[in-house]
C-alpha cells in the first residue's frame, strides 16, 4: 500500500481514538484560539488546566506531511500556551490536535487549520472591530456576522476585552472571562486573529502613556495572544501581517504617548515613539501590497467628544508629519483604520498636500456596546458617520494587474450592510493632473508674466466666449498661441489622467488666510490657459483645420473634469465655462466646415457625458467648500481681540454647531439635486434660502455689532449664535444660482451631442 495511504489510515484511527478523548474540557480551560498565521506558520493560543508540555499536532491534508510544535503551561504566566508551528505550505489545510504526554486533549473534529494564502494573491478580506463588553452586553450577534463573511484574517483594535483593572489577577480574570464568551469564543476558535488595545485593556478610561496601572498591560496581553512579534521585543506590542493585496500594520498607540520627542515631528510631542516609528517606516517602504493599512486603536482624527484627548488630533504635528513622509515616499494606497469612539465613520482626509492624494481613514466601533452620540463631531473630510452598537468593518481588496480596489463594508449585528465605499487604487495614488497644470503654471508665467499681464487681451462683448475670432486670428493671438506650444503639450500629459486633485492649501499669496491650490495660484494660469485653447480652436476654424479644433474641445472638457473634482463652487464655475466654450466651439466649427467636420467634436461632447459628474455632485462641492471658508474664518477670528474673537476661541465649538444648524438643511436638498430638477424642488429649496435670509435679516443689527467689534457685545453661548450666522452667510454662496448655471451647462452639452 502507497506510504500516503498508509499514513491516511493510520492518522484517521488515530483522529478516531482522540476522539474519544477531545470532550475531555478539564484538560483545557480556554481555547484553543486562532492566532496569527502566515504562509508558512501558524500560532494557536490555548489556556491549560494543569502545568506541564503540551504537543499540538499537525499534518497536511495535501501530503500527508506531519510535524509539532510544543508549548509549556506555568503557573507563573497563568498556564496559558502558544504554539508556533514554522516550516509549513502555503494555503494548505491541516489536521490538528493537542496532547499533553500520551493524553489527547484536543482533537476537533473537521475544523483544520490552514496556512495563509501568498503574497502574490490577487484577493483577500479581512475584518475590523473594537469595543467589545461582554459584561454590560450578553447577547453579541455581530461575531455571528463575522463568521458568516469568513474573513481570512481578524483585527481587533482594543477594548477586547475592557479590564479597568491594573493588577495582573484583574487582567487575568477579565480576558478568561472575554474568551470564555461563546461568541467570542466561536470567533476566535475559527478565524486567525491579530490584536492591539486601547484604553480600557491599557489601562483606565482615555488613558496613555506611563500612567498607572499600565505596567502590568504587556506582560498578561502576551500571556493572553499567541503572536508572532511583540513590539520591539522589550516595549510595545505592534505588529503587521499580510493577506495578499493588504498589508496591515498594527500600531501601539498607548505603550510610547508621550513618552519622548517624535522622530517624525522634531520638537514635538510623540504617539508612537523612535522604535515604533522606524519599524513603521521599514515596512512601509518595504511593502509591495497594493493597500497598506494602519490600524490602531485610536482614531486618527480630532473629531471626538469634548475633553477626550486619546486621538492623533492630540498628536497631529506627528500625524501630518506621517502623511508627509508618505507622500515623500511616494507611498500608494495608505488607508488609515481606528476604533474607540463607538461610531462608525468614513473621513477622506484632505492630505494631498501631505501624501500626494486624500488618504480616507475607517472608523469602526463598537463591536458590541453603547453608541455615543458626543463623538459624533463633524471633521473636515468626513463622508458617512453612524451608530451602531453592534458593527465591524469588512476590508476586502481585489488586484489584477496595475489594477486594484478596497472595498469597506461596515457591517450591522442584524446582518444589513449599512454602508459600503470603494477605494481604486488609482485614487490612492500620488500621479495625477495636478502636477502638470503646475508646471502649465509655470510655462505660463514664464511667457505672459507673473499675473499673466503679457498674454492677449479678454473681450467680454465675446458672444459667450473669452475672445472674439477676430482677436484671435490677428497677430498678438497667433503669436500668443505660438508661444504657449508646449504648454498645449503639457496639457496633453494632464489630460491622459482621469484624476486631478488639488492641493488642499497654498499659503504663498496670503500668509493668513489659506487658500485651496486653486484659488490661491492656479486659478490665473487655468483661466488663461482656458482663454489659449478658445483661441485655438478660433484659429482653427479661420484655418480649417479640423484636427486642431478637436484639440481644443478635448482640451476644454477634460479641463472640465479635472475642476469638477475640486471641492469648491468656483472650480465648477470655471467649469462650467469651459463647457459653454466646447459647445460654442462645436456651433461655430459646425456652421463654418460642415456638420462633417462636426461629427467628431459631437462624439468628444458624447464622451465627457459618459464621465461627467452630476449636479448633485456640484452642490456636494459647494457644501465642502462651504464648511473650509467656514472653518477657516472661524481659525483666523480666533486671532483677533474684539468680542466675537473672545468668542471663536471659548465657544468655537458651538458657533460650528450652529453653522452646521444652519446651512445643513440647506445642502441636504443640494446634495441630492437631480439634473433635471422638478418645478417643486426649486421652490423647496428657494424656501430654506428664504428661511436662512429672514433669520439674517431678524438679527441683522446684532452681526453687524459683533461685526465692528462693539464693546458692549461680551462673548457668550448667545453671541456664539449670532456669529455662526454671520460667518455662514459669508462663506455661503447662492446654490440655487449657481446649480441653475450648472444645468443650463449641462443642457447645452446634451444638445450639442445630438
Known sequence: MPRLA??????????????????????????PLRGPSDATSLHVWARAAAAGTYTLHLRSLADGAESTCTANADPGSDLTLRFHAAGLTAGTAYDWSITSGERIVYAPAGAPLTTAIGDDATAAAIAFGSCANDVKVPEQPIWGQILARAPQAL?????????????????RRRYRAFFAFAAVHAALAAIPTWSTW????????????????????????????????????????????????????????????????????????????????????????GSTAAFKVLACGMVWNGGVRPGKADCWGNWLPERDALLGWIGAQRLDGVVLVGGDVHRSRVIVHPSRDLAGYDVPELITSPLAQSVIETNAVPVPGLVFDAGEGHSCLLLSATRDGDTATLRATFVAGDGREFHVR?????????????????????????????????????????????????????PEWRAAIAAARPVFDEWATALAQERCRFRRFDTQDMADVRMSEFMGSLFLPIHELE?????QG?????????QRLVESVRSLLGLARHLQQEPGGIAWAVAGECERDAVELLQRGAAALGEAAAVPLREQVRQHLGKRAPLAAAAAAM????????????????????????????????????GVELLEPIFTRCVAWPDVPTAAQRDELKGLLDEFTRRRRERLEAVRALAKGDPEVAPGPAVAADLALMLASMCCPNVLEQLDEQAKSLAALHESAR
Open 531 to 535: 482663454m489659449l485653447a478658445v483661441g
Open 6 to 31: 498508509t499514513s491516511r489510515i493510520v492518522w484517521a484511527a488515530w483522529l478516531a481514538t482522540a476522539a474519544l478523548h477531545a470532550q475531555d474540557a478539564s484538560q483545557l480551560t480556554h481555547g
Open 155 to 171: 483585527v481587533l483594535l482594543g477594548d477586547t476585552p475592557y479590564i479597568d483593572d491594573g493588577t495582573v489577577d484583574g487582567r
Open 198 to 285: 486601547d484604553d480600557h485593556d491599557y489601562a483606565l478610561n482615555d488613558e496613555f502613556g506611563a500612567v498607572k496601572g499600565s505596567e502590568t498591560a504587556r506582560q498578561v496581553f502576551l500571556e493572553y495572544h499567541a503572536h508572532a512579534s511583540y513590539g520591539d521585543g522589550a516595549r510595545g506590542i505592534y505588529t503587521s501581517f499580510r493577506r495578499g493585496p493588504i498589508e496591515v500594520f498594527v500600531l501601539d498607540t498607548r505603550s510610547f504617548a508621550d513618552t519622548e520627542a517624535s522622530l517624525l515631528a522634531p520638537g514635538e510631542r510623540s504617539l508612537l515613539g523612535a522604535a515604533q516609528t522606524r519599524w513603521l517606516q521599514r515596512g512601509l517602504r
Open 422 to 474: 470603494e477605494f481604486p487604487l488609482a485614487e490612492l495614488s500620488k500621479p495625477d493632473a495636478a502636477a502638470s497644470y503646475r508646471k502649465i503654471a509655470e510655462r505660463l508665467r514664464g511667457v505672459f508674466g507673473q499675473r499673466m499681464e503679457r498674454g492677449p487681451e479678454r473681450n467680454p462683448e465675446s458672444g459667450g466666449l473669452p475672445v472674439v475670432a477676430e482677436d484671435a486670428n490677428g
Open 538 to 546: 478660433l484659429q482653427a476654424i479661420a484655418d480649417r483645420e479640423p
Open 623 to 658: 457644501r465642502a467648500e462651504t464648511y473650509c471658508l467656514f472653518d477657516e474664518s472661524l481659525r483666523v477670528m480666533r486671532l483677533g481681540v474684539a468680542a466675537q474673537a473672545e468668542t471663536a476661541r471659548r465657544f468655537g465649538q458651538q458657533v460650528r454647531q450652529h
